[in-house]
């Protein structure tokens, strides 16, 4: 396999998908291990920008490196003597939370980030709830792009609904709220090292995690930890050193593509979401405003949906015609998520969190919140662990106990519904909206939407009792 490195986008995507870890990311640069690779094509499958194809020739020598590299294992071989209580990997919201959690509570953090400022580049549509992250960050004008109230459902036939007791959202500008949550960290003690690319776990002669490998600039530092937390987002490198099941199924992984644009006209308290198999198999297609004149306007498409030439571009350009035919493009980015629901999250004395432990809401692909709240339980976790000085996996794991009863069973029911949502034919989306419809807005609540689907689409009513009762049975 090769890479055109002139058309990829470092969207991390395709290490989620390969299941022997022939990917790897390293700074700004996808390889491929050819002599690991199995020539399974999900990568090919999943690149939104079509830069994997199949090599005919031999491998290239650079590339034979790459496991040398990037698996390093050291066995005693410390270089420097810096030893800390935790090491987070990414300082995303998973990782900026978790660290902050770990300094609060008096525990020596160091934040290790590849790139060179946190939130950028921004892989978001930036949606997310007021009650989500409000016990998180102070609410702050600088990082609120818009303040939304209600959304607007598109059905393939062309109705709509709007629904309006949701409470508030926002739109964020992540750039600025990304770099003020590691602040925050940084503000309660935590060490934040960017342009620091984690290439590896170290390990003593017993093979016990001890630390880890950073890249920063033109060289290798050793620093050790007691716990190391991977923070590290979709393709979660650390995972992978760790010995957890990583990979993706192409059926629990959203493709996505986003143009942030200007120059239309458009409801700034309104987030649009539009379905059907024509605009976004297997996912969905939003809108959300930035102003009246800007929005960040996306599609995710499930994996398993995307074929050669009919990625997530090319919906999201055929909807672009139709709709903004006017707009200007001002960026545009690509990315996966994540829709399977995860649940294990610790091995040996690694925690996961955030994208990185597939903390995701499998059916909206909303993360942010989730990554956040991951963050405060792993961080929290960790921090009383440390001080009493017991570290091992059992005592860790108190972390997935905390997270499986506050999220295991949504988590669940959301992904059987996906499941069964994504699958849906245009048919059902339209039932859906028309059933909504009939219920008054201000008795828009779980109870009178099963009355009302009882009554007018029973087969739909079965099909959501299915998904509840799999979440109840499977865990
Ligand atoms: C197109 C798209 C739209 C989305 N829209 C929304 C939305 O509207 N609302 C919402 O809630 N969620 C949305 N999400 C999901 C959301 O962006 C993620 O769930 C969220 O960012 C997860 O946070 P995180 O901290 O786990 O990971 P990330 O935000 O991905 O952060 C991981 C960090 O780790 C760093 N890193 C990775 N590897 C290394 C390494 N080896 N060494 C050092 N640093 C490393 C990365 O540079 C990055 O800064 C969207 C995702 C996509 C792709
Ligand atoms: S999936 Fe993303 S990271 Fe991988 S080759 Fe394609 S654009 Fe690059
Ligand atoms: S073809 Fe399959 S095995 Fe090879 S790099 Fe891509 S995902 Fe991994």
Redesign the pocket.
Known sequence: MKINKDLCDICGTCPSVCPVEAIK?KEFEVLIDNEKCKKCQNCVKICPVQAIYEQQEAKEPSQSNLSKETNFISKNEIKHPIEYDAIV???????SVAARFLAENGCSVLI????RE?GIPV??????SHNGILPYIEIDERWISATIDGARLHSPNGDSLDMYNNGTGYVLDRRVF?RSLADLAVSKGAILQTK????GLLRDSENKIIGVK?RHENSFIDVRSKIVIG?????S?VGRWAGFDTCLKLSDLEI?C?YTVNNIKIEKHLCQFYFGKEVAPGGYLWI?PKSETQANI?I?IAGIKSLPGKGPRYYLDKFMEKHYPQASINYM?Y???PTRAGNDFVRQNVML????AHQ?NPIT???????MMGGHYCGETAAKLIKQGNITEKSLKKYNEKWENRFGQNQRFMYALKSKFFGFDDNKFNSIVSICKKIPRDDFNLQSLFKETIKEDPILLAQLATAFLVSKVTK
């Not at 990997?89 to 990782?95: D, E, R, S």
């Not at 290790?112 to 790139?115: A, C, Q």
């Open positions: 990311i990997i990414g300082a995303g919201p998973a990782g290790l980030e590849r790139d946190p892989r978001c549509a930036e949606g997310v990304d620091a690319d984690a290439v950073y923070a590290d987002g979709i393709e490198q996505c986003q959300f996306g995710g980015i990315g996966g998520v969190v955030g994208d990185a995701v692909g909303g993360g942010t919140v989730q990554a």
